[in-house]
């Protein structure tokens, strides 16, 4: 999304140093893959984003690090997103930086 945080380029910069997983949007859901270079990207159906189509899933218990896109987010943990809660859905988690 053009008005939301792009990440590809911190990716690319750390991807040889760091384990990165992306959401994999299907219908309702969320699930993650293990980045695993940009050749494995393609476009997906759900507002037209790269998604891995290769690489393991990943379970989030194993992440240290969520970084999650939103044009907004308030001190009573709501994001404003785009209106399907997908994201705020699959991660029970929230940590603010103050």
Do not use: C
């Not at 792009?6 to 140093?17: M, P, V």
């Not at 690489?55 to 992440?63: E, F, H, P, T």
């Amino acid at each position: 999304m053009s008005d939301e945080m792009q990440t590809q380029d911190f990716i690319l910069r750390w991807q040889d140093k760091k384990s990165f997983a992306l959401p994999v949007v299907k219908g309702e859901s969320l699930a993650l893959r293990e980045f695993t270079g940009v050749n494995e990207l393609e476009r997906s159906t759900n507002f037209n984003l790269l998604e891995p189509n290769s690489g393991k899933l990943v379970n989030s218990n194993d992440i240290d690090l969520i970084i999650v896109p939103g044009a907004a987010f308030d001190i009573r943990d709501n994001r404003l997103g785009r209106g399907k809660h997908i994201m705020i859905n699959y991660y029970p988690v929230r940590a603010f930086i103050n």
